[in-house]
């Protein structure tokens, strides 16, 4: 299984699944990969209910790191673009 993550969002979403991926699901290896802009995560598993347990968890965390940071960014965009910043 292969996800791939773009864009600003990809450091934030490294980072969140940083922790499970060193080791933390058992039965699966997982390897992660980034560039500038992208994030890739591989698992790999022999046992299909763990893989599948894998890549639901993944993808859930993936999602919530990614919806945050975005919020994040939208924030600190709105803050910035205020008319009424530092009054």
Do not use: C, I
Request: net charge negative; hydrophobic share 40%.
């Amino acid at each position: 299984m292969e996800l791939e993550v773009q864009g600003d969002v990809a450091k934030a979403v490294e980072g969140a699944l940083s922790v499970e991926a060193g080791g933390g699901m058992p039965k699966v290896e997982t390897r992660m990969t980034r560039t500038d802009e992208d994030l890739k995560v591989d698992l790999f598993s022999e046992d299909l209910p763990s893989l599948r347990a894998a890549v639901n968890s993944f993808l859930r965390w993936a999602a919530m790191a990614a919806e945050v940071a975005q919020d994040a960014q939208d924030q600190d965009n709105t803050y910035q673009t205020s008319p009424h910043q530092g009054n």
